[in-house]
């Protein structure tokens, strides 16, 4: 066994994001294509001394929103794993790059990198897949966090399928003061379609964004961006309109928002347009700081492992 692992997980965005009617068991079926970006947060889990139990610290940005106990998905991901051969008494150390609460799947990728320092902090070899199932069961994101790059997720979002995607796409990212609840979205959505009397069909990502990927075409792909729970997200925070409407003026490919939000994700054609589009949205006061990053970025990978004996 190894006495500590760093593992490096990525943020995501959302290509598209179609949203079913409600299930019973409180969950929609979802249709959608992610993409891993280049934010990252870095965990360390090192083994600690029998009886110790699970602590975890938390640096970086925005970090007062980030539970410690078991609330928090990475913790809950140790305990998980100690029935599969994993250990109970672990120091845990985070440092966040990937928004709090953002809707980019900050707490299920650090879920991710708690699986994979595990795995291999006690050499156990359970594969990609076997984590994923555990994985699932901690957050429907939590999978796709795992493997990376660009992928089609559906049922919950948790059953991944890589997409065939060429090209790099630069996004920007517009932070948010406060966070949104996943939860709390979703029901603004469900509110609305009922309000609407609107016909909940099956989820399906749209054939235009899959051929636009093939190609690596990022006009057409900026143009086909979509996601159902934008509506609920820019109920619930009107200024999210105004802000995607600015990263359309500054010629954004595409503005979306990310997941559930509040993180609006916008498509620049390249890296120096990238930077336009940042100072545009900056200048605008209406989020509170502005992030480039590149995708497809990698799922969960380990980036250290130590042996103090
Ligand atoms: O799976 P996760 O714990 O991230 O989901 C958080 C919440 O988001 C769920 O409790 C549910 O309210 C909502 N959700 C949903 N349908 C999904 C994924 C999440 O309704 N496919």
New binding site residues.
């Given amino acids: 066994m190894l006495d500590s692992v760093t593992v490096r997980v990525s943020g995501k965005v959302n290509l598209a994001l179609s949203v079913g009617p409600l299930r019973e068991d409180?969950?929609?079926d979802?249709a959608t294509v992610f993409q891993a970006v280049s934010l990252y947060d870095d965990l360390t889990v090192t083994a600690a001394a029998p009886g110790s139990g699970i602590r975890l610290t938390v640096t970086g940005e925005g970090v007062g929103g980030v539970p410690t106990d078991s609330t928090n998905l990475a913790v809950r991901a140790v305990e998980m794993m100690a029935q599969h051969g994993g250990i109970s008494d672990a120091i845990l150390s985070l440092n966040k790059g990937i928004p709090v609460a953002g809707g980019m799947a900050g707490g299920?990728a650090d879920a991710a990198g708690a699986l994979v320092a595990i795995d291999a902090l006690c050499e156990l070899n359970l594969g990609r897949e076997y984590l994923a199932e555990i994985g699932a069961e901690l957050?429907?994101?939590v999978p796709f966090c795992l493997y990376g790059g660009t992928a089609l997720g559906t049922d919950?979002?948790n059953n991944i399928t890589p997409a065939l995607v060429r090209g790099d796409y630069y996004w920007v990212l517009a932070l948010a003061d406060e966070g949104l609840s996943?939860?709390e979205v979703?029901g603004r959505v469900d509110y609305l379609r009922d309000l609407a009397s609107v016909e909940v069909g099956e989820p399906k990502v749209p054939d235009e964004l899959m051929s636009a990927l093939l190609a690596g075409d990022s006009e057409r792909v900026g143009k086909a961006l979509s996601n159902d729970l934008q509506m609920g997200a820019t109920f619930l925070r009107p200024s999210l309109s105004q802000l995607l409407a600015a990263g359309r003026e500054a010629g954004a490919l595409g503005s979306i928002v990310s997941g559930s939000g509040p993180t609006c994700a916008f498509l620049a054609r390249d890296n120096i347009q990238a930077l336009d589009i940042a100072v545009a949205l900056t200048s605008t006061g209406l989020c509170r700081t502005v992030k480039r990053a590149t995708g497809p970025a990698f799922g969960a990978t380990v980036i250290d492992a130590r042996s103090i004996a």
């Fill in positions: 409180g969950y929609h979802v299920s957050g429907s994101d919950r979002g996943t939860p979703y």
